[in-house]
């Protein structure tokens, strides 16, 4: 347990055992409440049909081990191939977005600067109302996007709730610093890039974050804008394993089903699925976390 | 002793003199046009790839909501569709189902703000007070997985453990007792879709808070302690006032949004739980859009989502204002 | 402004409800049930005449005889796969042409031309290249709303027959996007495709629209969802199948153990409508049109359900709606429970290997109270494919030749190509003759050629056992009972109001199955029904009938 207390500052008590205990106890609570579900999933994906048929739905209790479902997935090469599909759209797409909303965020972060309010009130009414789907396709359609990666990035590129939650961190940087620097001549793009970035990492790197997950869990934009199937990403690709026969509406009086012919879901492999989709998460996650280090405002300030 | 800590602690706890002073010594509002051009351009043309992006991808197919006052068909698009007016406004006005979808919303709404909206924010302070770095990380990235769970998961995985054959009904039964059937009682809706909600999403919540944590002067807390105040009144007078402009600006969109309380989960419980508690403005729109093919009353109830949510926000940003906050935007 | 729907009169109605509305009001979708004699009213000659002239002349195709034939419009059985597969398209129907085919898929994505030897094998088959776009199944009323809003169709375009009933104003789009076939394929010209020629006539003048031959159908099975029970743990409890709803009351209560977690039922309200007597929609009494929903045999269903329910005999996550009930039947914790019929055999593919004993069945269709049941058909034509306007004629020609290879029956040797591949490569055929697919076949072969085309439907999974002399049984006494609907043959789009009526009344009799709601509520929800769109629906329904000389 020692490197609980590993890097406790000098100026800070240590907490009293209860309170540490009650720290811990509500801390373990939280983490078996959701690592019990993770287990079972991982589990599932891992079992064989007959384990799998005998629990009647997820398996809590081992009954074998089996890597089929994984290797269902992957063989083929068309997951393989969305994987990279999907990987490249995320990072393209969260490079894009990242310096759209950077730039707007602190474009628009100096109030009563030229057109500051009715630009800020622009972005946030995206926030408000939604562009309907067909308006959208045939916008998509009539730019010559369909079936282009570009339509899985610009339609969603610029996110209103980012962009005002960047601006927000921007305001709330020391402006003595910005201030000073200007007084020496440095124009906003060297504020911007020298001092307000800098600084900024941990915001930046959470609204990478949050675009990042936008591009890789996406898969409607590509529903409507993706005829290629080889171009689709994983997550839509994901999606097609799910699938039970032909969908009739819920509604018995339009339609009469179809038998399909699809093979049956398999449970094992829908939960492969979940613990496929949440590879790249549990990686991803430190990279940001890396960033939310203390003390580089007073660094900054000193620099 | 409260007052010196405060005292220190300027910065987070008054966040607008900064901004408003960047502009010293350069022209201010009343100067003219083309001073304030020359002094703000590059500020503007900053904005210049995320305005664009939006006016193109945003605003011009936004323009396509003017189908709320059409019989919109999409063969004949916009141009041929008839007019109607306020028809798919009135017709929404005068069903009781969409008065009963909004009260649902609102209720759920208030529950999410009341027992989802703070849940983010303790858990974020007790993970930050973690001190190994390593553990730290470890319990962050748990905590946030269950945000990549399909609702369809989350809400089989409930079922499993608080449905009517699930483990807790089954041990129960296996023990002699009368089953718990949590996921099909009305009265338990509010408590079962919060704790969904809570299991789901607040690890992912944590996130930005984390991130405001991490951008308070670490010198106020040393500062603080030097003179003497204790763990919870450096949380009190430090922690909190750090965070208070991210919680005000979240609170205010949220507010914005209060008639998006999700889709997917209450879709996937509708029956379980009765239309009459679980039907929110969405799922109410999705059945009325999907069995008539009516897309102009889902553009109807989306503009009038919008409007209640911008309302919303203007109040919510005065109401910040009047408490010396930020908000969203604010007139300088 | 007044509250009154900006259409008052009925003209102007139909003129915004949509596709099928027209096409309902255009003497020449009349589509009488004349090919079985069968059917309520029937068209007038003349009427009839015309349409029959736009559809292909009836040839049918010699193929493999049937072991079991299926009587009242029930499928025909094969107990076993025919030694020798018959070559029913002798070259190659393509000039190499080049294809793209837009279809949904339910199931996963197979790799893509250029990727798929099976692709490969049954393009070297046709002679041409079909390129499939395949779409996300779940969400194709969503894309096929956008491409008709933005008129980008694929040379060939599968539109799921629940889609097209749900696209406003499809009618007029079918025209303008979608080549006339009545030229290449009415009366005598099919000929040219024989194949093509051997569909049944109702599933072909479905597919007319504006007195054109637009489509190409996917004749489907009668029946689509009934009660599959477990037929060996009901024997293993010395149990038979039951024969009225008190005796499945009855069963279902004996059977009923969660404490050993098992529970006797999942849902099936929409089979015990069937069984209790109710019309599928309407029903046409003395010059009445009476709606399901006002009928006594509905309400005796809904009765029914909620007395299992109250029961307990349901099991839990069923009540609340979950999406297992295939786990659990297969696992045994249900033992009856409500399905696609094809999830029999897809069932029997998945549980047979760790379990050989594993057996199910459909549950005998029985009346209530001494009476018949009265089984709901769907519409004769499941799916359609349409060919993009503007193909040259020879393009036409020669789509529809490899349409025709598509519509090949089972016992053919392009049957055998189109859907399972290569013998040796994607597939072998085991001891019974029948294909098995080989693990790459698994992973390359596809629904893609078989949903391009149709073909006569028919029951052939005999590597299971039992399974197609049970099935057959099944139908050939469960087809007898089928539902006289008056308006069997018309496509009809519903009025809007009509449609959107249904949610509240539907969302009311979950709330009565579940135990929320009294009985009573049902009064009061018909009520609010008819108000609210139901007798408005009779109306244009009634209209409907007159145009059609039906009434």
Redesign the interface.
């Known amino acids: 347990m020692s490197t609980l207390f590993e890097s406790r500052p000098v100026w800070a008590e240590r907490p009293s055992l209860p309170a540490r205990a009650a720290k811990n106890t509500v801390l373990a609570v939280v983490t078996v409440v959701i690592l019990l579900p993770i287990y079972v999933v991982v589990l599932t994906s891992l079992s064989p049909a007959s384990a799998v048929n005998a629990a009647g739905g997820l398996v809590v209790v081992p009954g074998g081990i089996s890597f089929r479902a994984y290797a269902d997935l992957f063989s083929g090469g068309v997951v393989t191939r969305a994987v990279l599909v999907s990987l490249g759209v995320t990072a393209v797409g969260t490079l894009v977005s990242l310096t759209a909303t950077i730039l707007a965020a602190y474009g628009l972060s100096r109030p009563g600067s030229l057109l500051h309010r009715p630009l800020l009130f622009a972005v946030l009414l995206t926030f408000l109302f939604a562009p309907g789907m067909i308006p959208l396709y045939l916008l998509v359609s009539d730019l010559g996007l369909i079936d282009s990666y570009a339509s899985l990035i610009l339609p969603t590129a610029v996110n209103a709730f980012n962009l005002v939650v960047m601006r927000a961190f921007f305001m709330n940087l020391p402006g003595e610093i910005a201030d000073s620097a200007r007084i020496d001549g440095a124009g906003e793009w060297t504020i911007l890039t020298r001092l307000v970035l800098p600084m900024s990492k941990g915001v930046t790197a959470v609204v990478g974050l949050f675009y990042a997950v936008g591009y890789w869990n996406a898969f409607f934009n590509a529903i409507l804008y993706i005829n290629d199937n080889a171009k689709w990403p994983l997550q839509l690709i994901l999606r097609q394993y799910v699938q039970q026969g032909q969908q009739i509406s819920s509604n018995s009086l339009i339609g009469n089903a179809v038998q399909g012919t699809a093979s049956a879901p398999n449970l094992a492999v829908q939960m492969a699925i979940v613990v496929v989709a949440l590879v790249p998460v549990t990686i991803i996650y430190p990279l940001v976390q890396k960033h939310f280090t203390k003390g580089v405002i007073i660094g900054a300030v000193k620099g | 002793m409260t007052e010196r800590a405060t005292a220190v602690a300027p910065?987070?706890d008054r966040?607008s003199?900064?901004?408003?002073?960047?502009?010293?010594?350069?022209p201010?509002?009343g100067a003219s046009?083309r001073a304030?051009?020359r002094?703000?351009?590059?500020?503007?043309?900053?904005?210049v790839?995320?305005?664009g992006?939006?006016a193109?991808?945003?605003?011009?197919?936004?323009?396509?909501?003017v189908?709320a006052f059409q019989?919109y068909?999409?063969?004949?698009?916009?141009v041929g569709s008839?007019w109607?007016?306020?028809?798919q406004f009135?017709?929404l006005f005068?069903d009781p189902?969409f008065w009963n979808a909004v009260g649902n919303t609102l209720v759920i709404a208030s529950v999410q703000l009341v027992f989802f909206f703070p849940v983010p924010i303790a858990?974020a302070i007790?993970?930050d007070?973690?001190?190994?770095?390593?553990?730290?990380?470890v319990?962050?990235?748990?905590?946030?997985?269950?945000?990549?769970?399909?609702w369809?998961?989350v809400v089989?995985?409930f079922?499993?453990i608080l449905?009517?054959?699930?483990?807790i009904?089954?041990s129960l039964?296996?023990a002699g007792y009368a089953?718990l059937?949590m996921?099909?009682n009305?009265d338990a809706f509010l408590m079962v879709v919060t704790s969904q909600m809570v299991?789901k999403d607040a690890?992912w919540g944590t996130?930005?808070f984390?991130?405001?944590?991490?951008?308070?002067?670490?010198?106020l807390?040393?500062s603080a302690?030097?003179d003497g105040a204790?763990?919870w009144r450096r949380m009190w007078h430090i922690t909190l006032p750090g965070l208070r402009?991210?919680i005000v600006?979240?609170l205010i969109?949220k507010l914005?949004?209060i008639l998006n309380v999700g889709f997917e989960q209450f879709y996937?419980?509708?029956?379980?739980f009765?239309?009459?508690v679980s039907?929110v403005l969405d799922t109410y729109v999705y059945?009325?859009t999907?069995?008539?093919?009516?897309?102009s009353a889902?553009?109807a109830a989306?503009?009038i989502?919008?409007v209640v949510?911008?309302v919303l926000?203007l109040i919510a940003n005065k109401m910040a204002h009047l408490m010396g906050e930020?908000g969203?935007?604010?007139?300088? | 402004m007044s509250l009154h729907p900006p259409r008052p009169t009925r003209r102007r109605f139909l003129g915004l409800a949509g596709a099928g509305t027209l096409a309902a009001l255009s003497p020449a979708v009349l589509a009488s049930c004349s090919s079985d004699g069968g059917g309520a009213g029937g068209g007038s000659a003349s009427e009839a005449g015309s349409l029959d002239s736009l559809i292909p002349t009836h040839i049918p195709f010699e193929g493999v005889v049937p072991d079991i034939e299926g009587l009242h419009g029930a499928p025909d059985g094969f107990t076993s796969y025919p030694t020798d597969f018959i070559q029913a398209v002798q070259e190659p129907p393509g000039r190499g042409g080049s294809y793209t085919a837009m279809t949904p898929l339910w199931g996963p994505l197979p790799p893509g031309l250029g990727n798929n030897s099976f692709f490969d094998h049954v393009n070297e088959r046709l002679g041409a290249t079909v390129e499939f776009n395949f779409q996300d199944g779940n969400t194709v009323i969503d894309k096929m709303n956008a491409i008709i809003a933005g008129r980008d169709v694929a040379d060939l375009t599968m539109f799921p027959d629940w889609v097209i009933n749900l696209i406003p104003q499809f009618n007029r789009a079918v025209g303008e996007l979608f080549e006339d076939l009545t030229p290449h394929l009415a009366g005598d010209a099919a000929a040219a495709y024989p194949l093509l020629a051997n569909l049944d006539g109702d599933a072909w003048r479905w597919n007319v629209f504006n007195e054109r031959l637009q489509g190409v159908p996917w004749p489907a099975e009668p029946f689509g969802n009934w009660v599959l029970y477990r037929r060996d743990l009901l024997e293993e409890l010395g149990l038979e199948a039951p024969t009225d709803p008190d005796d499945l009351f009855a069963i279902g209560e004996e059977i009923n153990d969660p404490d050993n977690d098992r529970w006797a039922f999942g849902d099936f309200n929409l089979s015990m409508r069937q069984i209790f007597g109710a019309p599928k929609q309407w029903r046409y009494r003395n010059g009445e049109l009476i709606h399901m929903f006002e009928t006594d045999e509905w309400r005796a269903s809904v009765e029914f359900m909620r007395k299992i329910f109250d029961a307990g005999l349901v099991h839990p996550d069923i009540v609340a709606k979950g999406d297992n009930a295939k786990e659990l039947f297969n696992s045994g914790r249900i033992l009856f429970n409500q399905d696609g019929i094809g999830a029999w055999h897809e069932s029997y593919g998945q549980m047979l290997g760790d379990d050989p004993d594993f057996r199910v069945d459909l549950m005998p269709v029985f009346g209530a109270g001494g009476s018949d049941p009265v089984m709901h058909r769907g519409d004769p034509s499941a799916q359609s494919v349409f060919v993009r306007k503007g193909l040259e004629p020879e393009q036409i020609e020669e789509v529809l030749g490899i349409l025709n290879f598509c519509a090949a029956p089972f016992g053919t040797r392009e049957y055998m190509d189109y859907r399972y591949g290569a013998e040796g490569v994607h597939h072998e055929l085991d001891d019974n003759g029948a294909p098995q697919l080989t693990d790459l076949g698994a992973g390359e072969v596809n629904d893609g050629y078989y949903f391009i085309s149709g073909r006569p439907p028919a029951i052939t999974e005999s590597q299971y056992p039992d399974f197609v002399p049970w099935k057959t049984a099944w139908y050939n006494h469960a087809a007898r009972f089928s539902e006289e609907d008056p308006f069997a043959g018309i496509r009809i789009q519903r009025p809007e109001r009509f449609a959107g009526a249904e949610t509240p009344l539907t969302d009311k009799v979950e709330d009565v199955i579940r135990g929320r709601e009294d009985l009573d509520a049902l009064d009061r929800a018909v009520a609010d029904w008819r108000r609210d769109g139901g007798d408005e629906g009779r109306d244009f329904y009634l209209g409907v009938l007159q145009e059609h000389g039906r009434d």
């Open positions: 910065a987070p966040p003199p900064p901004a408003r002073r960047r502009g010293t010594g350069r201010g509002r046009l304030r051009w002094r703000d351009r590059s500020l503007l043309l900053m904005t790839p995320a305005i992006l939006l193109v991808f945003h605003y011009v197919p936004t323009l396509g909501n189908i019989q068909n999409p063969w004949d698009g916009v008839p109607v007016g306020l028809y009135e017709r005068t189902r858990l007790l993970l007070s973690v001190l190994s770095r390593r553990m730290r990380l319990l962050q990235s748990i905590v946030y997985m269950p945000h990549f769970f399909s369809v998961l089989t995985l079922q499993q449905g009517g054959a699930g483990l009904s089954q039964r296996g089953p059937d996921m099909t009305p299991w690890g996130i930005i984390l991130a405001a944590l991490a951008a308070i002067d670490q010198n807390y040393e302690a030097v204790g763990r402009p991210v600006l979240l969109l914005g949004d996937l419980q509708r029956d379980a009765g239309s009459g039907e059945h009325q999907l069995v008539t093919g009516n897309f889902g553009a989306g503009l989502k919008g949510g911008l926000i930020h969203v935007y604010r007139r300088s």
